[in-house]
């Protein structure tokens, strides 16, 4: 497909997007350790800017999944986010306590999923903080897709960055287990949410 057919594929996925408000993030925190568990999110969470296998039926949902993958560099990181939107399509829900594919169900075992570790790391063994897994980037503008942003204020939740929202960066979208009571899901974050997350990168890539 040539460059000016991808570019209009990606703006179709963006203008099917607007469709989707932005959501607030979670603060799924069960990955950190006890002492500096600042607690999940009610269930309640709202579901405005959300696209989760409740939604996949909608147009824009369906069309918004397709994109992103269409759009992700051949090769590992689209290995990734194909990963990610495996565990969409299944529906699987956040959880703690059970696993799918070898990893935990939660924030940051669904990152570990995507990036094909060995090991269902918590939050904290992620960069900024540990990095046998990651490291942190410059900026928050050198995001690429497959790259994660973990929250850093306060700690406790990571998600996969799938592709950017605008030409501007002012907006993005991320692929998450968010909190309990939800499914693996897209939704929309915006530049104001991001200064929250420190942006990080697998080892290697």
């Known amino acids: 497909m040539t460059t000016t057919s991808r570019l209009r594929l990606l703006t179709l996925t963006l203008t099917a997007a607007t469709a989707l408000a932005s959501a607030g993030c ?3 925190s069960d990955s950190e350790p006890a002492e500096e568990d600042v607690g999940a999110e009610s269930a309640a969470l709202s579901h405005n800017g959300v696209c989760d296998m409740n939604d996949l039926v909608t147009p824009q949902c369906s069309f918004l999944a397709f994109g992103i993958a269409w759009n992700a560099p051949v090769g590992p990181r689209r290995t990734m986010i194909e990963r990610g939107l495996r565990w969409l399509d299944m529906g699987v829900p956040y959880s703690k306590y ?9 924030c940051s075992g669904s990152v570990s ?6 090991a269902s790391p918590t939050t904290w063994q992620f ?6 897994y990651s490291y942190r980037l410059g900026s928050l503008d050198d995001l690429e897709p497959g790259d994660a942003l973990n ?7 990571i998600v996969l960055f799938a592709q950017w ?4 960066h002012q907006s993005f979208f991320v692929l998450e287990e968010a909190a309990p009571g939800h499914l693996m899901q897209i939704r929309t974050m915006s530049r104001a949410d991001a200064r929250h997350y420190a942006p990080i990168r697998k080892n290697g890539l």
């Open 26 to 28: 979670s603060s799924a």
């Open 98 to 106: 059970r696993s799918t594919d070898g990893y935990r169900q939660d």
């Open 113 to 118: 999923m995507e990036w094909e570790l060995g």
């Open 127 to 132: 960069a900024p903080y540990g990095h046998a």
């Open 151 to 157: 929250r850093v204020s306060p700690r406790g939740h």
């Open 165 to 168: 929202g605008d030409e501007t």
